[in-house]
């Protein structure tokens, strides 16, 4: 399923609808965001409209339509699905120049959700976040650098490359926050660390104690995690995902206290 | 004019040519060169040739056509034209999957020449380029980054946006390269500091000893601009153009090694 929006609704998505002069194609110039539709409704909706808005106000995007319409069209998508929200900047002089009238483009897609692996190899990556970027901050068009991140990773026998920032502290997987416990503690990076701050991060914050752990955001060096007893990945799409290993070091994919937080993510709201 | 590659040689875009599950359009996940036709050739070809392919070596990206073919469609665009390249890696899965067998495609597009203005006011960019990021050092299509850092700047007042590393160095302008005279010495960032290798960069680098310049590459704080004599910014579209102003601290764009590197780079092949 493709849809686009056309300011009379959604409809199927045309050729043409997407032009090769438009901001988003050429300069990545837009933002996307990830939903899950559960049951035959949006998941989490209210935290993924916080994030879409606070993207497009990052981006100066003025989105063409009304959350509550993206998220009806997100649901019609089926019973199950992941469904991409794309919104582009449109089209626009050559290079640079600020658009006077931009027609920001909406397009929706859609997804089968797949099962989780049961643990990822995450590769450190070599290249390094800049927590002043938009494109690390936000879910923006530009994702060159974790595209490559990825390729590294998978080409080191991973499955996920492991960020970090310009200062050396660790950021988060390629398109996933990481968590990692250490004895009663819940530890992640804090925003401040070229993270997305993710709507399923959010979640598992929540449920934290009621397993019995403390949350503890800061800014930790990648020797914080070879210390961890247990380290996992967090998307919209994969929910908690053990990680298996770090750079060959192996971790419990079992550990209690990952598999509680797996399985209260799914039920909190 | 908008040509895309089909394997059967150039044919002008169609419709549908450019699909919404590209991940050039999904993710930025391309690279581009911006190519200058002038009395009908291809100027700088060798140059571009070389950083293009540098560029498809770091992304992993197999161009479908040979640069000859690229070079020959771009001076189809007419006697004097801009022509930008962009290779995008195609249709693949949801999230950043790697594609097992990509097609990559490849469009070619043409601006007219616009004149370059007397003189542009930097403004000093709020984000900060990562050095190890390949958005900042390739020409990709992920230039979110650059995007915001030029809107900010022409909010407050300026023309272009002067981008710093995030170790606080001295980068470059939003699309462009950056130098300053001090004394009988021409300074420019050093390939370090998140820039992308500018064929005019390199062109204006080969004219300093005519102009009676040495020239110092290296990792430079914003105090250097400030003591600068003059700066100016290069790129292939615009040549070599003078700032009038950095942050509100005017500068002479009628300096005499500055116009004389702007005189000498149109001769340089």
Redesign the interface.
Known sequence: M?K?WTGQGWRD?????????????????GV?ETLRVKGGTLRRGDLHRVRFEAACR???LDCPARWEAIAEGAETAGEDA?V?V?L??GAGP???G?IEAPRPGL?L?A?PVSEPPDGLALVTA??????????SRHK?????????A??AA?RAGGDMALCLT??GHVSGG??ANIFWICGSELVTPSPDCAIRTGVTREAVMKCAADAGLSVREGMFSPDALQAAEAIFVTNC?LGVVPVRSLDGLEFDVRHGAVQALKRAEVIVG
Chains 1, 2 share one sequence.
């Not at 998505?13 to 110039?29: E, V």
């Not at 290249?127 to 970027?133: A, D, K, N, T, Y």
């Open positions: 493709m686009t998505f045309q050729d043409g609808d997407l032009r090769p002069d438009d901001r988003g194609f050429l300069l990545g110039d996307f990052a981006m100066d992941m991409r794309t582009s900047r050559r290079g640079l600020v397009f897609s997804s070599p290249l390094r976040r800049s927590p002043s970027s938009l494109a923006t068009l530009s994702y060159t650098d974790n595209a490559a990825r390729r998978v310009t200062q390629d398109c799409a």
